[in-house]
T-cell receptor
Framework: DTGVSQDPRHKITKRGQNVTFRCDPI?????LYWYRQTLGQGPEFLTY????????KSRLLSDRFSAERPKGSFSTLEIQRTEQGDSAMYLC????????????FGPGTRLTVT | TQLLEQSPQFLSIQEGENLTVYCNSS?????LQWYRQEPGEGPVLLVT?????EVKKLKRLTFQFGDARKDSSLHITAAQPGDTGLYLC???????????FGDGTTLTVKP
């Protein structure tokens, strides 16, 4: 049974650099979500795809953030010109078709911007 | 904006004790999920409740969805050190896509 996978698990980068994270959802799930989580907080919604269409994007997501899901399979999240405030755990989740909205999370990518 | 408030924020108990944590909102949700998260890992889905008044049991864990579908509780009987973790609730609405998460209850069960 293959769950949601994320790569890399950890990323340390210098301020101003660009970073890209990858998420591979559970294969039969058509919905894919990106969240950001900081210490002591719950996951904060960033963006959501249904198949290859990006249906919603949080106002918290600045122009430096972009996400894609080509062909409705894996997804990438890119952060350009990273800032120290971008340091967080970036979580990806997928969900099957339906109205229960159960989400299955990957292990996350821990980003540290120095 | 839909908000979920979880209480207490922190809870430390001895092994064998019972506990209840709460998830409250002023908004109605179509469904509500509970997750458990360990440090450095992603949340793991425990249960989904969708009907007002619904009660679900998962071994020593009992989940209840409020009649008005605005709140939920998680009760753990005879807590064990393996129950230690961050318990998150998340609410979703039909056609909304995303889920709204609370900030969680950090539970520590001491042996």
């Amino acid at each position: 049974d293959t769950g949601v996978s994320q790569d890399p698990r950890h990323k340390i980068t210098k301020r101003g650099q660009n970073v890209t994270f990858r998420c591979d959802p559970i294969s039969e799930h058509n919905r894919l979500y990106w969240y950001r989580q900081t210490l002591g907080q719950g996951p904060e919604f960033l963006t959501y795809f249904q198949n290859e269409a990006q249906l919603e994007k949080s106002r918290l997501l600045s122009d430096r953030f972009s996400a894609e899901r080509p062909k409705g399979s894996f997804s990438t999240l890119e952060i350009q010109r990273t800032e120290q405030g971008d340091s967080a755990m970036y979580l990806c989740a997928s969900s099957p078709t339906g109205t229960r909205y159960e989400q299955y999370f990957g292990p996350g990518t821990r980003l540290t911007v120095t | 904006t839909q908000l979920l408030e979880q209480s207490p924020q922190f809870l430390s108990i001895q092994e064998g004790e019972n506990l209840t944590v709460y998830c409250n909102s002023s908004s109605v949700f179509s469904s509500l999920q509970w997750y458990r998260q360990e440090p450095g890992e992603g949340p793991v889905l425990l249960v989904t409740v969708v009907t007002g008044g619904e009660v679900k049991k998962l071994k020593r864990l009992t989940f209840q969805f409020g009649d008005a579908r605005k709140d939920s509780s998680l009760h753990i009987t005879a807590a064990q050190p393996g129950d230690t973790g961050l318990y998150l609730c998340a609410g979703a609405n039909t056609n909304a896509g995303k889920s709204t998460f609370g900030d969680g209850t950090t539970l520590t069960v001491k042996p």
